[in-house]
């Protein structure tokens, strides 16, 4: 029942081609905080709309706009016993210390160990970065490496995004006489290991706010906090002169994007201030992957989650794990040219796992669904004596599961022993990170952990009947509230003819868009379709054409056995269309484009 302007389906779309109800963004509150906005400040209304429409109160329009670390950067101290890990880091350098970085095998992990590598190279400090197989030693810290890194000498250990539940690992170093600095953003509980200190804000006795921090985040903190400290020693005499901090934000940026933290606050800073870094090309190991991976124009926030994250991740999931440190890391030219190519080489090995993975995990959520609701929570799995998974990739496997069924998916790759290495994925409203902590409680996994969006798992075959009831009854509620939430918020209407490049460029204005800080959606009412077709990975590309004869490339992507790419396909006369405005660049020449997130069909045509 409509109960008011704000509650009328945009368009009048109840259900799109993805099911979705479309909604206007704005509603009355939001219209008079983007009119204030554009009446007190010199930013353009559509701009003010886009900044009402995420929350900007008409006061923080500006700072907004122009983030500075300076202004948005607290005192490191703020972050409990990041005082202590400082203080630790500053001796190791003072007394020229061995130090092992052992960092995760994911991008955040990399690039967290690559910040931490620099600063001990750039005051000459004998190190390593040390990163676990995901597959033969798995997350985190374990006792056995912690002996490999004692026998060459690292009488210090700093660990970069884990390290914060690493009990068994810890305690061992503590044995051997090793300390140990944690660097984290884990979720953990109210005791955490034996270690010098132990930073991470989502501590429980953190109040600090900072949560929002992906690992990169927390460790440039504790640089900042490190050369504070020397700086007090009276360090930096004599030649000696402390490392230009803010030309590494570059990493920071790639790990807050690519970790899919909010883009807020400190965050957002860290990602305008580091892109700006990236510009100058001054990281050899980026430079280098951006060429092999032919990134044309300048750099944003989509080139490094799914242009640059995934080569960097496909050195941990099907190769050798301490790639993408070493190549964030590097200052050597030639030796960035060729782990890139190295990544390269592994990421288009990675996207043909992933593919034939896919297929398999499709056809048998399909099978599990049939004609009704299905479960309320999807588990794909392999039979491990008929196809063989990569554990390295189940969790882009989850990830595609819970965006095409549009509710949280496992996908779980078992061994010949029977025991499952899994990840999962979720939406908005249903935790199952704390699902999966109470499973390990309750004895049904043998280990696992993570966040309300992304979770990991290690399970055994015969309790995963068990497992599936446990999601079902711990989730169910939650789960059927999110996907009622299925709403698609939309900015305003645009035709083909007003999407310029000018467009464009005002809305940046507003970005970088990201987790948190979602890029501006436009509905584009009845347009036809022309030259549809499709083209790489099951991308639909086309052309809309609006009432007044104007044309526009837009592309769906990964939507060609989708319900969306259906339609699109074998579209009616006019479609309405929901997307993003984007630049593509190709072969150095710039043009405006629209990337397609929904369609439907008009409720009157004609």
């Not at 929350?55 to 703020?78: H, N, W």
């Not at 190190?127 to 006792?143: A, K, L, M, Q, S």
């Not at 022993?417 to 908005?428: C, L, V």
């Amino acid at each position: 029942m409509v109960t008011g302007e704000s509650e009328r389906a945009f368009l009048d779309v109840e259900r799109s081609a993805l099911g979705k109800v479309w909604r206007e963004r704005l509603d009355q509150r939001g219209r008079n905080t983007a009119l204030t906005i554009a009446q007190t400040t010199d930013i353009p209304e559509l701009v003010a709309r886009v900044l009402a429409g995420r929350g900007i109160a008409a006061e923080e329009a500006e700072a907004f706009l122009s983030p500075a670390i300076r202004d948005l950067m607290p005192d490191p101290s703020v972050l409990t016993d990041m005082d202590a890990a400082a203080a630790r880091i500053a001796r190791a350098v003072q007394k020229g210390e061995r130090v092992a970085v052992f960092g995760d095998y994911d991008v955040d992990g990399a690039a967290s160990g690559a910040l931490m590598a620099r600063f001990l190279a750039h005051h000459g400090i004998e190190h390593e970065i040390y990163i676990p197989d995901r597959i033969f030693e798995g997350y985190g810290p374990n006792p056995n490496a912690i002996d490999e890194l004692a026998g060459r000498g690292a009488s210090l250990i700093v660990t970069v995004d884990c390290g914060a539940t690493s009990f068994d690992a810890l305690e061992h170093a503590k044995s051997l006489g090793i300390d140990v600095v944690v660097l984290d953003h884990h979720l953990m509980d109210d005791a955490g290991p034996p270690a010098v200190a132990l930073v991470n804000p989502n501590r429980q006795d953190d109040l600090s706010g900072l949560g929002y921090l992906c690992a990169a985040g927390v460790t440039f903190m504790a640089l900042v906090a490190s050369v504070r400290e020397l700086r007090k020693a009276g360090w930096y005499t004599k030649g000696r002169t402390p490392p230009d901090l803010l030309s590494w934000l570059d990493l920071v940026a790639l790990a807050t994007v690519c970790d899919v933290v909010p883009l807020k606050g400190l965050n957002r800073a860290f990602v305008v201030k580091g892109l700006i870094a990236m510009h100058a090309r001054g990281n050899r190991g980026l430079a280098a992957l951006s060429e092999a991976a032919r990134m044309d124009g300048p750099l944003r926030p989509y080139h490094l989650g799914f242009l640059l994250g995934p080569r960097i991740n496909a050195g941990g999931r099907i190769g050798n794990a301490a790639l993408g440190a070493r190549l964030l890391a590097t200052q050597d030219d030639h030796e960035a040219a060729e782990i890139a190519a190295q990544l390269e080489q592994l990421n288009r090995a990675r996207q043909a796992e992933e593919a034939r993975m896919l297929e398999e995990a499709i056809a048998e959520a399909d099978a599990e669904i049939g004609t009704g609701e299905g479960p309320s929570v999807l588990i794909a799995n392999n039979d491990p004596h008929d196809r063989a998974w990569h554990p390295g990739i189940v969790g882009l496997i989850a990830s595609r599961l819970k965006d095409r069924f549009h509710r949280p998916a496992f996908a779980i790759a078992f061994d010949p022993s029977g025991r499952g290495t899994g990840s999962g994925r979720s939406i908005p409203g249903a935790d199952i990170g704390s699902a999966v902590r109470k499973a390990v409680a309750g004895g049904l996994l043998i280990k696992g952990g993570g966040h309300a969006m992304a979770a990991g798992l290690t399970v055994e075959k015969s309790r995963l009947a068990d497992l599936r009831a446990f999601l079902e009854d711990t989730l169910g509620e939650a789960v059927a509230a999110g996907r009622q939430e299925n709403v698609l918020k939309l900015d305003g209407a645009l035709t083909a003819r007003s999407a310029t490049l000018q467009l464009y460029e005002l809305l940046e204005r507003a970005g970088p868009y990201g987790q948190g800080h979602s890029a501006p959606v436009f509905a584009f009412p009845s347009h036809a379709l022309r030259n549809t077709r499709i083209v790489g990975d099951h991308h639909v590309s086309t052309q809309i054409r609006s009432g007044d004869g104007a044309n526009l490339k837009a592309i769906a992507f990964r939507s060609a056995d989708t319900d969306l790419g259906r339609l699109l396909l074998d579209p009616p006369p006019t479609l309405h269309l929901a997307g993003t405005i984007d630049a593509d660049f190709w072969q150095g020449a710039r043009r405006v484009q629209l990337r397609i997130l929904d369609a439907a069909k008009p409720a009157r045509v004609g």
